[in-house]
């Protein structure tokens, strides 16, 4: 694993905390009207614009600890947690009181009949009891900042579970305390290795068994700073902890084990000042498939929430997500600790051609770049690598160059290209002397070179010399067991820089206030009614987005009349409130070219109306729109986020091919345009046989203006799905051809 290469850290972390753009806020709820100067910034939907970051600090470094169901009785399962927070306490240097209304002593220690006994305030309670409701209030008597409930039985259970788990929460909002849990344990008090330097790694989990692969590397050098296990999060959360270790000057990473969410929003704010601070965050997260969100639920009572959201709200605001706890711990560990890089690309260095190519196939379908070094690098690597082996990237030795001299020499020189910021040498496996010298000639150059130096040690044993003591032994190289997760982390390295490169806060640029396309949209809306195509148009044109010329006619002679200042051909559509596939009913007719052809078209549509019983406000006759290309832009409401913004290939190929991308307001045009070229179809807007590229402009236009229909009219707007958008030519626009709406 990888040792200290993160340079000086920061020691002041208020200086850390405004780096960040805020400033801590106490960890007790407080019962006073905030001033002015404390007035949370909000958006135009209320929505907060900024983390509210808790002081943890009392939490995890308390001066004084009260122990609620203290025990040294034989065989009693408090004994154990009281003996280990005894040992904790001590560890920290916090006064320890036990609490228990018949013993007069635990472990020797004064033991104190209840809460108000206590012979000072403290700053963290520990509740050893089975329900953890009656002693809220107490504990706010006595002002008590913190306290942990290692109780189950809540929302993990069931309906009766979450509803005792709400009270509570209500207890803990009215009492000013912080509470962890319930459904937590022992993790937050583990002992953490002091001997071990260089930027840390704080954890996050709400399973405290998951957590342990990331516990241990300590024994491998790589130092813990904090275990945060949330449990059930009646009150603090995974995103309040996010907040507060972002703000840590010694936390280099942030490693998270998350089964749901408790606040969408929230983990955004959170998520975002993690970016602005530069403290990457590396999470798995449950509930890809429905069986990992049924037991997740069923674990910690959360929702785990619609998985294409939750990825791409993590993609969006920075958070990478790993599938596996090896991933996890590979990732973070290589993430705390490596300094950020010269340059993206990545060099692959064996002994065995075969080797190279393997792992240059994996990486560049991971998307990595492997820059083809110059020619002149080349030269000068042949000069100690047969002429016959290629050198180009991979870079192929032959074997025997390393045993010697030559091997030195090989890896400085790759490192001296100004392509390259990560060499990464896979080695299958030993074979002594020579992978001893290879092992040992990528230590030495790592300690002279600010680039980043990967070894994946192939050996299934790893008893080994050159892994145990001198790869491992490194404060410089990242040393990994599969190529897999080497790529992984190296992927999430290099992303993880060019995102935090150039990262602006989205919710500094959200808006404040309503724009005026606000208060015209106010008009059309309709509370607990699906809007009529005609309608919903209005509402886009509202908001500026373009839809054909159209007339809403309720007479064939109307309708000829509408054709005529359309402009033939038409299109001819039925349009009410309870109308959503109208292709399907017959209900649309397209390419009309003459006033019987429309006369008949109206007949039929009103006839087939009738026929299903649909209510209509008219026939919508509409300009005709064929060349571009077919998307899709909607709005929908999201239990954890709220409104998002979805946009992919439309028409009938959006039900086909389900290719769209997914981002949670607020986002730029940055974010924009990137939902467009995660589409599979992208290519259909650049143009493909002989056709022209489309208006990407407009198209990122239009995803902008849903999206301040989203943030504006969320309270509001249940749904809206603008269906096809015809993408025109570029420069010519792009148009609205179709659109459903629904007001909550």
């Known amino acids: 694993m990888l040792g200290s290469t993160h340079g000086t850290l920061t020691t002041d972390f208020r200086a850390r905390v405004e780096a960040c753009g805020e400033t801590p806020r106490s960890a007790v709820h407080s019962t006073a009207a905030p001033s002015a100067a404390d007035a949370v910034a909000v958006d135009v939907s209320g929505q907060p614009l900024h983390a509210d970051v808790p002081d943890l600090d009392r939490f995890f470094r308390p001066e004084s600890v009260a122990v609620i169901g203290a025990s040294d009785a034989d065989g009693r399962p408090n004994t154990g947690i009281t003996?280990?927070?005894?040992?904790?306490?001590?560890?920290?240097?916090?006064?320890?009181?036990?609490?228990?209304?018949?013993?007069?002593?635990?472990?020797?220690?004064?033991?104190?009949?209840?809460?108000?006994?206590?012979?000072?305030?403290?700053?963290?309670?520990?509740?050893?009891?089975?329900?953890?409701?009656?002693?809220?209030?107490?504990?706010?008597?006595?002002?008590?900042?913190?306290?942990?409930?290692?109780a189950s039985g809540f929302a993990e259970t069931g309906d009766a579970g979450a509803a005792a788990q709400e009270r509570l929460a209500a207890a803990v909002r009215r009492s000013g305390l912080r509470l962890l849990g319930p459904n937590t344990n022992l993790n937050a008090f583990e002992e953490f290795r002091e001997d071990l330097d260089g930027p840390a790694i704080a954890l996050i989990t709400q399973s405290g068994h998951q957590g342990r692969p990331v516990y241990t590397l300590q024994e491998l050098g790589i130092r813990l700073s904090h275990w945060a296990?949330?449990?059930?999060?009646?009150?603090?959360?995974?995103?309040?902890?996010?907040?507060?270790?972002?703000?840590?000057?010694?936390?280099?990473?942030?490693?998270?084990?998350?089964?749901?969410?408790?606040?969408?929003?929230?983990?955004?704010?959170?998520?975002?000042?993690?970016?602005?601070?530069?403290?990457?965050?590396?999470?798995?997260?449950?509930?890809?498939?429905?069986?990992?969100?049924?037991?997740?639920?069923?674990?910690?009572?959360?929702?785990?929430?619609?998985?294409?959201?939750?990825?791409?709200?993590?993609?969006?605001?920075?958070?990478?997500?790993?599938?596996?706890?090896?991933?996890?711990?590979?990732?973070?560990?290589?993430?705390?600790?490596?300094?950020?890089?010269?340059?993206d690309g990545v060099v692959v260095y064996s002994i065995s051609g075969g080797t190279g190519a393997h792992f240059c196939d994996l990486a560049t379908e991971a998307g990595l770049t492997l820059p083809t070094l110059s020619q002149a690098r080349q030269d000068e690597l042949h000069q100690w690598i047969p002429e016959y082996l290629n050198v180009a990237n991979p870079v192929d030795n032959g074997g025997?160059?390393?045993?010697?001299?030559?091997?030195?020499?090989?890896?400085?020189?790759?490192?001296?290209?100004?392509?390259?910021?990560?060499?990464?040498?896979?080695?299958?496996?030993?074979?002594?002397?020579?992978?001893?010298?290879?092992?040992?000639?990528?230590?030495?150059?790592?300690?002279?070179?600010?680039?980043?130096?990967?070894?994946?040690?192939?050996?299934?044993?790893g008893t080994e010399e050159a892994y145990r003591t001198t790869l491992l032994g490194s404060s410089r190289v990242a040393t990994f067991r599969t190529f897999g997760n080497c790529i992984t982390a190296v992927r999430a390295y290099l992303g993880h820089h060019r995102f935090t490169a150039g990262y602006r806060s989205p919710f500094e640029e959200a808006p404040r206030t309503p724009s005026p396309s606000y208060r015209k949209a106010q008009a059309l809306m309709r509370p607990g009614q699906q809007l009529s195509e005609h309608a919903a148009k209005q509402l886009l044109r509202a908001y500026g987005i373009r839809v054909p010329?159209?007339?809403?006619?309720?007479?064939?002679?109307?309708?000829?009349?509408?054709?005529?200042?359309?402009?033939?051909?038409?299109?001819?559509?039925?349009?009410?409130?309870?109308?959503?596939?109208?292709?399907?009913?017959?209900?649309?007719?397209?390419?009309?070219?003459?006033?019987?052809?429309?006369?008949?078209?109206?007949?039929?549509?009103?006839?087939?109306?009738?026929?299903?019983?649909?209510?209509?406000?008219?026939?919508?006759?509409?300009?005709?729109v064929e060349r571009g290309v077919e998307m899709v832009v909607g709005v929908t409401q999201d239990e954890l986020f709220g409104p998002t913004v979805t946009v992919g290939l439309g028409g009938v190929l959006v039900e086909v091919l389900h290719d769209a991308a997914v981002r949670v307001p607020p986002f730029g045009e940055d974010q924009a345009r990137a939902m467009l070229t995660e589409l599979r179809g992208h290519a259909l807007l650049e143009g493909v046989r002989g056709a022209p590229?489309?208006?990407?402009?407009?198209?990122?236009?239009?995803?902008?203006?849903?999206?301040?229909?989203?943030?504006?009219?969320?309270?509001?707007?249940?749904?809206?799905?603008?269906?096809?958008?015809?993408?025109l030519p570029r420069g010519q626009g792009a148009v609205a051809l179709d659109a459903l709406a629904v007001c909550r």
């Open 549 to 624: 010329r159209e007339q809403l006619v309720t007479s064939a002679a109307a309708a000829v009349r509408a054709a005529g200042l359309v402009g033939y051909p038409v299109v001819m559509k039925a349009s009410g409130p309870q109308l959503g596939h109208k292709t399907e009913l017959g209900l649309v007719k397209i390419g009309l070219t003459s006033a019987s052809q429309i006369r008949d078209a109206y007949r039929e549509l009103t006839d087939i109306a009738r026929y299903e019983n649909v209510p209509l406000d008219g026939i919508l006759v509409c300009q005709m």
């Open 693 to 727: 590229p489309a208006d990407v402009d407009a198209l990122v236009e239009v995803v902008l203006r849903v999206q301040r229909m989203a943030l504006e009219l969320g309270g509001v707007l249940s749904e809206l799905d603008i269906n096809p958008l015809m993408v």
């Open 400 to 461: 025997h160059p390393v045993g010697d001299w030559r091997g030195r020499k090989i890896i400085d020189a790759i490192l001296a290209d100004p392509a390259v910021g990560v060499l990464i040498c896979p080695i299958t496996g030993p074979f002594p002397p020579m992978s001893d010298k290879l092992a040992q000639d990528l230590v030495d150059a790592a300690e002279q070179t600010d680039k980043l130096i990967c070894v994946v040690w192939g050996s299934p044993v």
């Open 83 to 150: 003996r280990q927070l005894i040992a904790w306490a001590e560890r920290v240097g916090a006064r320890i009181h036990p609490v228990h209304p018949t013993r007069p002593t635990v472990f020797g220690l004064t033991c104190h009949a209840s809460v108000a006994d206590l012979p000072e305030q403290v700053d963290l309670a520990v509740l050893l009891v089975g329900d953890p409701l009656p002693v809220i209030e107490e504990l706010a008597e006595a002002k008590v900042k913190f306290a942990v409930a290692f």
């Open 229 to 343: 296990p949330t449990g059930n999060e009646a009150d603090l959360e995974t995103s309040d902890f996010i907040s507060y270790f972002a703000g840590r000057p010694e936390v280099g990473a942030i490693a998270c084990y998350v089964e749901g969410f408790k606040d969408g929003r929230r983990f955004l704010l959170a998520a975002d000042r993690a970016a602005r601070c530069g403290v990457p965050v590396v999470a798995v997260k449950v509930g890809r498939t429905e069986t990992g969100a049924r037991v997740a639920a069923s674990h910690t009572g959360k929702l785990t929430g619609a998985d294409t959201v939750v990825d791409a709200a993590m993609r969006q605001f920075g958070v990478i997500r790993v599938d596996g706890l090896d991933e996890l711990q590979d990732t973070a560990a290589l993430l705390a600790r490596a300094r950020r890089p010269l340059a």
